[in-house]
């Protein structure tokens, strides 16, 4: 008789080979880090920890990469161990924040490891969900910082979208936590996935097809400018809508998911009389959670809702995207418009995913999605025990066709993580606060593009130290042992500043040098061969010139693989700007230092109007108008609001702190934008919503996220002066006032 696999049940499921492998390492009480497709299952396996762990007594942290996720996972986790059990900590939302159970955005699980690690130090788990984001510009240093400070007695799941460098990141983690990680890969999905292109006159098709008509087309248009008929969403809605709802349409554009859903819904109609009833239901349901809220785009998306049509973007109000994810839930949406952000970690499966577009705007320039984000997308597609497949297509306009913007579709090419670590000042000064010198060198080599950057280097090192042997007979003939390495250098930092400087003078110079060295390093060699004529050494001589060449860029690329020498230089003059700023004398942090030290974003400029002593001057109203006007970032042509309050005080510390960073550091990193002060400032004084937006240009998302990011400043100076009670009952005033209606959070 053969041993059958054990097989394992939770909550109702049989589970799969690869989430049994996961739970049986937690069960030994061991580090796990999961890569496997968007929509397996990974989530099963976090559930498992937080209820085992609760069942024990214990305390797991859950973190998530955005809010929107977070306040999801609270809601479900309460309905799975009890509200009691359960505490959320973002920066909109503090609930039960002792409790056994805690949600939290990585950021405040990072500051609680800088700044109050007794107050986590019983956590046994901490599970980071989509960890893949440790690769994120502006904030997957956050990712790394939580790894690098969490005590090696906490354990970690840690979950992901598959990455091919699962290996190198677990490696990485080992190495800074001093465990054992244990890796468990998935690559199959339970619902297994189609590609196609879709275009109008080819119908559903492939890439090759597609570039043969693209060169059929332009070969025998006048001019060679296309103007052909354009495929547009609805046409491809038509084409799948009897046998492929329901469908997440992907496009990359709050407007366009607007206008497009308008667009369906004056030709489609996807609910009959029953569906209609339903839908009212669950919007009357979802409204009773909500105070009376009102919203210039309701009364248009709630007549596309009964048609079963629906968009979903971060511009929209909370309580809009509450109606929509709990319609498209309860399958009550058969196409639904979305910005990518409805991708991110919210289960949201359905039947087929659209792209209108295989191009975005990054917030800097238009450019092609990677694979993983196609992919991130993508696998929203297959509903397990509903769909034997998933359909995923992607629409193409032959008049704007590139064959080099399309992602290649293919799983096993989605792009490796790449760390993005990097310094803030707010780190600095936990740094210099929580360690010494000797340890916080050794901290800044110890993150991850370091440890990417070092297997690299060593081969380059190897090359270097090759291509020195090969040189070693001329060093003799100079002045000096190591004289001839050092020339190259010297001469590849003269190159470097040639290349970046316009002044002619300094040109001149840099050019004489240059020329100076080569004659230097021409002599040792020509020395080496005393007895023969010059002419007859121009190949040797060729050779030479070539050596020192390649030294020179070997140089260049182990120089660019030593992030741990750049971190410390930026470490450094960093440090120095907080010298200069007062915020350190020596190695002690100052008053001024250890508010900062608190302050997570805009720590400067929120440090600088503390101790100008703008926080006690300005009225609440004023002082919200203020805060909300730090940091923030206005869209694209963006029109600032006009307004009489006089901000002028703190425009004088952004211009000082604009020029301090840019002569020390040589970027500014402070941003005071009072494109909206106008608006906090009405709403601070009891103005309603509505009426702040008729006059104003922004989304109403945007002005809630815009409030909140002001009320979470004022949690953080309100948390960081425990000893000033009058400012206390100040700050919480300013809260009260912006922290209502539209603008709160409802859980």
């Not at 505490?87 to 700044?115: C, H, K, S, Y």
């Not at 090419?413 to 916080?440: H, M, R, W």
């Not at 042509?637 to 952004?654: A, C, G, Q």
Request: glycine share 6%; net charge neutral.
């Amino acid at each position: 008789m053969t041993n059958q696999p054990r097989t394992r049940m939770y909550r109702g499921f049989t589970l799969d080979p690869f989430q049994q492998q996961a739970v049986d390492f937690i069960d030994e009480n061991k580090s796990v880090l999961v890569s496997a497709p968007t929509g397996v299952g990974k989530t099963l396996i976090a559930d498992y920890i937080i209820e085992k762990i609760f069942r024990e007594g214990g305390r797991v942290v859950y973190t998530a990469p955005i809010k929107a996720l977070s306040n999801q996972k609270f809601r479900e986790f309460k309905a799975l161990v009890g509200p009691d059990a359960m505490g959320i900590l973002t920066g909109d939302v503090v609930i039960n924040p002792d409790a056994p159970i805690l949600i939290m955005t990585t950021e405040i699980f990072r500051n609680m490891l800088q700044e109050d690690p007794e107050r986590i130090s019983d956590v046994r788990y901490v599970i980071f969900d989509e960890i893949h984001y440790i690769d994120d510009p502006e904030r997957g240093s956050v990712w790394e910082e939580s790894l690098i400070f969490m005590p090696s007695s906490m354990r970690f799941l840690g979950l992901s979208a598959t990455i091919p460098n699962v290996d190198q990141l677990a490696s990485w983690i080992e190495e800074v936590q001093d465990t054992k990680v244990e890796i468990v890969t998935h690559y199959e999905r339970i619902v297994p996935l189609k590609h196609s292109l879709y275009e109008r006159s080819l119908g559903f098709t492939t890439m090759g097809s597609v570039q043969k008509k693209h060169r059929r087309m332009l070969a025998a248009s006048i001019d060679g400018k296309p103007d052909w008929p354009s495929t547009t969403h609805v046409d491809l809605v038509n084409a799948i809508k009897d046998n492929y709802l329901p469908c997440l349409f992907f496009t990359f554009s709050r407007r366009k998911c607007e206008s497009n859903a308008i667009e369906l819904g004056e030709v489609n109609d996807f609910l009959d009389k029953e569906g209609k009833a339903k839908v009212r239901a669950i919007i009357d349901g979802v409204l009773e959670r909500y105070p009376n809220i009102q919203s210039g785009r309701w009364p248009l998306l709630r007549r596309l809702l009964l048609k079963g049509i629906a968009y979903h973007h971060a511009g929209m109000l909370p309580v809009l995207k509450d109606v929509v994810e709990e319609l498209f839930t309860h399958r009550l949406l058969s196409v639904l418009y979305c910005t990518e952000t409805f991708a991110v970690g919210l289960n949201f499966p359905c039947k087929t995913v659209c792209f209108d577009s295989s191009t975005k705007w990054d917030g800097v320039t238009f450019r092609s999605i990677s694979n993983r984000e196609y992919f991130q997308m993508a696998g929203r597609a297959g509903r397990r025990g509903i769909d034997e497949e998933g359909f995923v297509f992607t629409l193409v306009d032959l008049n704007y066709f590139e064959a080099s913007q399309f992602p290649s579709m293919k799983e096993d090419e989605v792009e490796p993580l790449q760390s993005q670590f990097a310094l803030t000042y707010n780190s600095i000064l936990n740094l210099v606060k929580n360690y010494d010198e000797g340890d916080i060198h050794r901290i800044l080599g110890q993150n991850f593009a370091t440890y990417q950057a070092s297997a690299e280097r060593q081969g380059v090192l190897v090359q270097l130290e090759m291509v020195q042997e090969d040189l070693a007979p001329y060093e003799q003939n100079l002045r000096g042992s190591g004289q001839l390495g050092r020339l190259i250098q010297k001469r590849s930092e003269l190159e470097r500043r040639l290349h970046s400087t316009y002044n002619k003078r300094t040109k001149k110079y840099l050019k004489r040098e240059i020329r100076t060295i080569l004659q230097r390093l021409d002599s040792a060699f020509y020395r080496q061969y005393p007895e023969r004529e010059r002419s007859s050494l121009r190949r040797e001589h060729r050779k030479f010139r070539r050596k020192i060449t390649t030294y020179e860029r070997l140089l260049v690329r182990a120089e660019a693989l030593d992030p741990h020498k750049r971190y410390i230089q930026e470490f450094s003059d960093k440090k120095a700007l907080l010298q200069a700023l007062g915020y350190l004398q020596g190695d002690e942090l100052t008053t001024a230092g250890l508010l900062a030290s608190q302050i997570h974003g805009h720590e400067l400029l929120i440090t600088e109007m503390f101790m100008e002593g703008l926080f006690h001057s300005y009225p609440p109203s004023e002082l919200n108008a203020a805060l909300v006007s730090v940091g923030y970032e206005p869209r694209k042509n963006e029109h600032r609001i006009k307004h009489r309050l006089d901000l002028s005080p703190i425009y004088r510390l952004w211009h000082s702190l604009s020029k301090l960073e840019q002569r020390l550091i040589g970027v500014v990193t402070v941003q005071f934008n009072d494109h909206v002060a106008a608006l906090a400032y009405r709403w601070s004084n009891g103005e309603n919503f509505t009426n702040l937006l008729r006059d104003s240009p922004i989304d109403e998302g945007d002005l809630v996220f815009a409030f909140r990011r002001g009320i979470d400043l004022l949690r953080q100076v309100r948390n960081a002066t425990g000893d000033d009670p009058n400012l206390h009952a100040k700050l919480r005033e300013c809260i009260e006032l912006m922290d209502r209606d539209e603008v709160s959070i409802w859980l």
